[in-house]
Each structure stands twice: as C-alpha cells, then as structure tokens.
C-alpha cells in the first residue's frame, strides 16, 4: 500500500466523519424518517396527477 | 470454460446459499411495514428510492438527491456513502441491496451470460459517468435554488428527483406500487394512451434493464447503478476485501467464470489484493475455488 492508497483512504475517512458529526450538529440524523413517513410525490414522475 | 466444467470443478454453494438467505431477511426487513416495523432512521447504500411506504430504510442515493434539490446539503447521506464504502466496499450490494437481489433472481432466469473481464472496468467507469451527470444535475438545482432562481422546470416530471429518469428501482418500488394501491392503472385499453409520458419512459426502462438482467448477471448493478459506481470509488481502497494467494492458486479461472459482476480475478495474481470497483463481495469467487486460495480480510 503506497502514500497514494494511504492518502486516498484518509480522505475518505475525514470526509465521512466530517459530513456525520455535521450531520449530528445539524440535526439530519432523523431527516430520512420524514421522507419514510409521507406520500413521497417527488419520486413518482409518471404517477397521474 | 461451459457451464458444466465450471460446476464440476466449483467447491461449493455454501456461501451462496447464506448470502441469498441474507439478502431474503434484508428484503423482507427493508419493506418491514409489511410485517409492521415502523420507518426508522436509517440510510443504507442500496437501492429502493423512497417512496414505498413500507420501507423502514432510506435509500442513501434517494436521499442525496431529494436533499439537494430542496437545496440543503445532504451530509448524512455522504457519510453513509463514504463510510460504508471505505470500511465495507460494495458490499451493501451483495449482501443488502433489494434491487441487487431482484437482480439476483431475475439472473437465475435467464442466460447468464458473461461479459469478458476486460470491460469489466470500463462499464463501472460508464456507470460513474452516469451518477457524475446525476450530480451535476443536482448540484445546479441546488445551486440555482439557493439563488432563488429555480431550473427545475428544465426537467419535467423528472424536475424534483432527476434520478428516477435512469431508476428502475424506484420504479418498481415506488411508481408501479402506488398504480397498484391506488388502482390507478387504465381500466380502457384506449386510456393506457393518456398516462404521463414519464411513465412510459419509466416503465420501459425497467422493461429494458429486465431484459438485461436475462441476459448477463446483475446489469443493472455492473452498468447503470450510480450509487454502486460512487461505491466503487470509495471500495477500491475498502477495507473489507479480497486476498488472492498466488502459491494456491492454479489459475484454473473457476473464480473469474463464477464472478456475476466480470471481475478479471486473477489480474490481481501478483498484488494479491482483490480491491476492484465492481466487487460486490458476493463471495462466489471464495465459494467456487477448489483450492481455498482467495479469503475475505479486513485491513
């Protein structure tokens, strides 16, 4: 494993840790739940209106 | 090497027959509502878009785009992403994914035939292609929303989740359900020609990637699927993967003929470690080997 694999790896890591506790701070831990709970109409492109 | 070789010379089944139990308890947990689990929290990498309402899990894919479009950043959605790549490669989608299994099962039907290793790359670079144009389509929604300056009506019925153009699972999952819950499927063979044109589209899409799916293992997975090409990027530095040892093998080529997403195996003979952008880790590979010579490690 080279500097580059060991770079690329770290990046990745620091980016994902980065986006969840950002993602805990501002509150998007829950946000899928509010997509789960409703009639999600912005997925259904070809649904009747 | 025919079908019938590669059967004779094959270990066994045993990690097949556990995966596509894992992948069964998978489905029938993800669309939990049905046995009367509640929507959780949680955001997987796999595929099901989100508007079953049945799921107890969040399509990450779905997710990031919905987000975005409503020009908020989706940062849980790229941690779910880049985490569960960089720890666990792609497999969420040998293992996880509804979309992966029905892939799976519509595979056994058909021909499965295999397209030669050697593209193997070059499909998983058209499919990043494809999630990079995704993205950019959502990053100038996001942007231009947050100038108060909204293209959505650029992209039709597709304006607010652009993906579900090029999206067989939310299809199947979502639009094809609620045609079904709601009846609203043509009573009149005349009226079938007055549903939205994005329906026919969608539908004959889902028509097309089904015929894939018949004639080569996991299309869909190996050409189409953004959200498997994203985690590509991230499992060709995974942790969880594969380990060729080069004193057992034999280079019999039983891995690369059992390999349902056309990884060229035995490439990786001298490096050892199997860190492909199309490995699902599906296991077929350490099941088929009659010499144990390729194992799952974590480093």
Known sequence: ?49 | MSSEEIKKKRRSYKIMILRHITQLASFILIFGGLIGYAATSIILPIRTGVSNPYLTVADAWSVMELMLVAAMIPLVAISVITLGSILFGRTFCGWVCPFGFINDLVGYLGKRKRISPRYSEGLWKFALFIAGVLVFVDISIFYNELAGNSIKSYFGDFRDSPSTFLDPASTLFGLIFWYFYHDKWPTNFVDYFYLPAAFYWRMFFLILVIVGMLYTPRFYCKTLCPLGAVMGLGGRHAFLHLYLEKGLCEECKVCEYSCPMDVPILSFLDVGHIRHPQCIMCLNCVDACPKKAIKVVFR
């Open chain 1, 1 to 49: 494993m080279g500097y580059r694999f060991t770079s690329a790896r770290i990046l990745i890591i620091l980016i994902g840790i980065i986006a969840l506790i950002l993602a805990f701070y501002y509150g998007q831990l829950d946000y899928a739940k509010t997509y789960l709970t409703r009639f999600v109409r912005e997925e259904l492109a070809g649904y009747p209106a």
